[in-house]
């Protein structure tokens, strides 16, 4: 039968909220995490991804709802007597201590014998990337992204069904981060453990997740995959929150009626799904790299007049600022399609509708 196929989620949050006295920080939050998943929990800095993540570990307890592991109410169980771990962006190693023993750390404190306890850390250096060498060389003589992942080695030291993660790679130079983002997805997969990981960097979530979960205000405002958050946010502040976009407000003044740019003068092709037939009020956000500068007798759906007035160079791709009324829109193009220095700095900007997201305001 289908159903017996369908694994029940591993954790799942019901209602669960978190007050501070007045203050709301987490707000009645719905959510399934399946077994081995990998969720990423974005949002800007106090949206409550934190407080969200320490319900979870069980540093806290929610004030309202419940939180459930394998369908067992876990809301008041420690987090020693949980099969979680939690790796944090301070990673708390022990500084006098040698990288095998800080990795062999959970395993002693189970009173695994010394021996067995190297064997497994040797392992488990394998599985980090770190050479076997190391197993004997101090932790602080390591660099940044060794210790990450001596840190990342000891949470699986302790076995457990779920890891989480709070911002583990956020102190980290850009380079080391996509190489960490890169192993962490592969670690991922080679243990089958379901990874909870929090960041404010949506390109961190984009690499790694197999499922995205934005928040905002406390509030779990989507949830979906890397390809659902990315082409089809829910709302304005998500549009917003993945990265670059331009966005223009438009309405309608009747069902049949032209939409009309509201902040930018003109008339544009606003394409379904999204907004709704009803809708009379919506945003349309478009991309940098979704427009483009028409040549004369070139058209598109959607056009605007305006005036370059800055441009950078983003390694393979360019960057314009283009003003537009009291606008500021962003066109990126491959450098082959870099306007030449000598063009005029007064630019049409067009994009086809299709190219577009459209939210409902
Ligand atoms: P950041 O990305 O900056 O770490 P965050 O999304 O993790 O932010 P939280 O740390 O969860 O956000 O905080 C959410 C809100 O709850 C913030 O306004 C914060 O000030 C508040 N808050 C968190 N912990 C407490 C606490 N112990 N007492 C009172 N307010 C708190």
Not at 139 to 167: H, I, N, T, W
Not at 325 to 345: I, N, Q, T, Y
Request: charged share 25%; hydrophobic share 40%.
């Amino acid at each position: 039968m289908l159903q017996d196929k369908v694994k029940p989620p591993i954790l799942q949050l019901v209602g669960v909220r978190k007050t501070f006295n007045e203050f709301v920080a987490v707000e009645r939050i719905d959510l399934d995490v399946m077994d081995g998943e990998f969720l990423t929990i974005v949002g800007p800095s106090g949206s409550g991804k934190t407080t969200l993540l320490r319900m979870l570990a069980g540093m806290d307890q929610p004030s309202e709802g419940n939180i459930t592991l394998h369908g067992e109410r876990i809301n008041d169980v420690p987090p020693n007597k949980r099969p979680t771990c939690l790796v944090f962006q301070s990673l708390a190693l022990f500084p006098h201590k040698t990288v095998g023993d800080n990795i062999g750390f959970p395993l002693k404190m189970r009173g695994v014998d010394t021996k067995t306890r190297r064997a497994r850390a040797l392992e488990l250096m394998a599985m980090v990337r770190l050479p076997a060498n190391y197993l004997d060389k101090n932790v602080m003589k390591c660099s940044g992204g060794e210790r990450q992942r001596v840190a990342l080695a000891r949470a699986l030291a302790y076995d457990p069904e779920v890891l989480f993660f709070d911002e583990p790679l956020s102190a980290i130079d850009y380079k080391l981060k996509k190489v960490l983002e890169k192993e962490l997805k592969d670690l991922h997969k080679e243990t089958g453990k379901t990874f909870i990981y929090i960041t404010h960097s949506l390109e961190e979530a984009m690499v790694m997740s197999d499922r995205i979960g934005v928040m905002r205000a406390g509030r779990l405002v989507q949830v979906g995959t890397p390809e659902e958050i990315y082409n089809r946010p829910v709302d304005r502040f998500v549009c917003e929150f993945l990265g670059e976009v331009n966005v223009i407000e438009v309405a309608k003044a009747a069902a049949d009626a032209p939409w009309r740019g509201l902040d930018v003068p003109g008339i544009f092709q606003v394409r379904p799904p999204a907004p709704a037939p009803h809708a009379d009020h919506a945003f349309v956000a478009i991309r940098p790299e979704s427009l483009r500068f028409l040549v004369p007798g070139e058209t598109a759906e959607n056009r605007l007049q305006g005036i370059v007035y800055n441009e950078y160079a983003l390694g393979s791709r360019i960057q314009y600022q283009v003003r537009v009324g009291d606008k500021v829109m962003l066109v990126e193009l491959p450098r082959s399609k870099a306007l030449p220095a000598s063009a005029d700095r007064s630019v049409v900007v067009g994009w086809d509708a299709a190219d577009a997201i459209t939210v409902e305001a």
